[in-house]
C-alpha cells in the first residue's frame, strides 16, 4: 500500500511539471515569466561584438528592463 502510494504521488509531481513546463514554453520568449539568459541578453545588447557588455551595453540593458517592468530607468 505504502509503495502504491509513493509510485502515485511521484507520478503526479513528474506530470505536474511537465504540464508547468509547457504551459511557460507555450507562451514563447518575452511573454509570462520568461528571463532571458545570457545569451539572449549578448545578442541583444552586445553591439560591439566582442562577446562582452561594456558599461553602456549594460546600461541599455537595465533601462530596456526598466520599460519593460513599466518603470523608469536609472
Known amino acids: 500500500m505504502k509503495t502504491y502510494a509513493m509510485v502515485a504521488a511521484a507520478l503526479f509531481v513528474g506530470l505536474?511539471?511537465?504540464?508547468h513546463a509547457d504551459?511557460?514554453?507555450a507562451r514563447g520568449p518575452g511573454k509570462?515569466?520568461?528571463h532571458p539568459n545570457r545569451e539572449?541578453?549578448?545578442k541583444r545588447?552586445?553591439?560591439?561584438?566582442?562577446?562582452?557588455?561594456?558599461?553602456?551595453?549594460?546600461?541599455?540593458a537595465k533601462a530596456a528592463?526598466?520599460?519593460f517592468k513599466g518603470?523608469?530607468?536609472e
Request: negative net charge; hydrophobic residues 30%; without cysteine.
Open 16 to 19: 505536474s511539471l511537465t504540464a
Open 32 to 34: 509570462g515569466k520568461h
Open 45 to 60: 545588447f552586445d553591439k560591439d561584438g566582442d562577446g562582452k557588455l561594456s558599461d553602456a551595453e549594460k546600461a541599455a
Open 23 to 25: 504551459e511557460n514554453e
Open 71 to 73: 518603470k523608469k530607468a
Open 65 to 67: 528592463r526598466g520599460e
Open 40 to 42: 539572449e541578453m549578448l
